[in-house]
């Protein structure tokens, strides 16, 4: 019968990706949710300029494509030449 590791530097399972995920990117836990909390908050600001213009058209005409299109450039400088640096 095998026994999981009491080693204090093993973390088991689910609550290993709360370390192993973030250190995939090059960040601590806390940066990754900086990071992740941020970019939640701009993809809703997006949305919601989507959503008001789709029902006032002449309003943010432009603020949900310029600002997905700024998610983007931020994505791509955290990760240049599109490379991955884990296997999600």
Request: zero cysteines.
């Given at each position: 019968?095998?026994?999981?590791?009491?080693?204090?530097?093993?973390?088991p399972?689910f609550?290993?990706?709360?370390?192993?995920h973030?250190?995939?990117?090059?960040?601590t836990?806390a940066?990754?949710?900086?990071f992740?909390?941020?970019?939640s908050?701009?993809?809703?600001?997006?949305?919601?300029?989507a959503?008001?213009?789709?029902l006032?058209?002449?309003?943010?005409?432009?603020?949900?494509?310029?600002?997905?299109?700024?998610?983007?450039?931020?994505?791509?400088?955290r990760?240049?030449?599109?490379?991955?640096?884990?296997a999600?």
């Open positions: 019968m095998a026994t999981e590791s009491t080693a204090p530097h093993v973390k399972g609550f290993r990706s709360f370390v192993d973030p250190a995939s990117v090059n960040e836990y940066q990754h949710a900086r992740a909390f941020g970019f908050a701009s993809l809703f600001m997006a949305a919601f300029a959503l008001v213009h789709a006032i058209p002449p309003l943010f005409e432009t603020t949900a494509s310029r600002k997905i299109k700024a998610i983007h450039a931020q994505i791509e400088a990760h240049p030449h599109g490379e991955r640096l884990d999600d």
